[in-house]
C-alpha cells in the first residue's frame, strides 16, 4: 500500500510541475544508455559542486544491478532529469548507492520505487520498499552509519518504517541554484 501511495505522489507531482511522461524512467533489468538520461558513468564527475539527482541515482542503480538482479528486486524510478544538488556527484552516487544496498538488503525480492521531487530549496530523494513485516529497530539500526554520513555531506536521511506496508528512506539534500 505503502508503495502504491508513493508511486501515486510522484505522479502527481510530475503532473503538477508539467513533466512528460517521457521525463520519467522505469528502470528494469539491464540500464542501456537512455537518450533522456545519457551515461550515468561519464557525467557523474562532470561537475565537482554539484551533482544531477537523476545522473547519481542511474549510477547508483548501475553499480547495484547484478546484486538486484541475483536478489529479484526490480525499481522503478520517477525523477525527472536536471536536479541539481550541493555536492560532488561522486559522493552523491555513493550515498545514493548505500541506501539502495540497504533496501535490498532489508527488502530481498521486492519492488522500490526511487523518487526526487523539489521541494522549496531542496531536493528529496526517496527509495521506497514494499516488504511488510520489517522491524523499526533493525531497519533503522541499519542506516545510521548512513544517516550519519549524509549528515557529514550536509544532507539528512529520514527513515519511516511502516511494518504493516513497507520502509521509506528520504534523503534531504540542498538544492543548487544558479547565481
Request: proline share 5%; aromatic share 2%.
Amino acid at each position: 500500500m505503502a508503495y502504491f501511495l508513493a508511486a501515486a505522489a510522484a505522479a502527481a507531482v510530475f503532473v503538477a510541475a508539467g513533466w512528460r511522461s517521457n521525463t520519467a524512467v522505469a528502470v528494469r533489468q539491464g540500464l542501456s544508455v537512455d537518450p533522456v538520461w545519457g551515461d550515468a558513468e561519464a557525467d557523474a564527475h562532470a561537475s565537482e559542486a554539484r551533482a544531477d539527482v537523476g545522473v547519481a541515482m542511474r549510477l547508483a542503480l548501475k553499480r547495484l544491478e547484478p546484486v538486484m538482479a541475483n536478489q529479484s528486486v526490480q525499481a522503478d524510478v520517477a525523477a525527472p532529469p536536471g536536479l541539481p544538488v550541493r555536492m560532488r556527484g561522486a559522493a552523491l552516487a555513493e550515498l545514493l548507492e548505500e541506501m539502495l544496498a540497504a533496501a535490498i538488503h532489508g527488502a530481498p525480492a521486492s519492488r522500490l520505487l526511487l523518487t526526487a521531487a523539489t521541494h522549496g530549496n531542496r531536493i528529496d530523494v526517496g527509495i521506497t520498499d514494499d516488504m511488510p513485516g520489517a522491524d523499526p529497530a533493525v531497519r533503522l539500526g541499519s542506516v545510521r552509519g548512513l544517516i550519519e554520513r549524509a549528515a557529514r555531506r550536509g544532507g539528512a536521511l529520514e527513515v519511516n518504517v511502516r511494518p504493516a506496508e513497507g520502509t521509506t528512506m528520504t534523503l534531504r539534500l540542498a538544492a543548487a541554484v544558479d547565481a
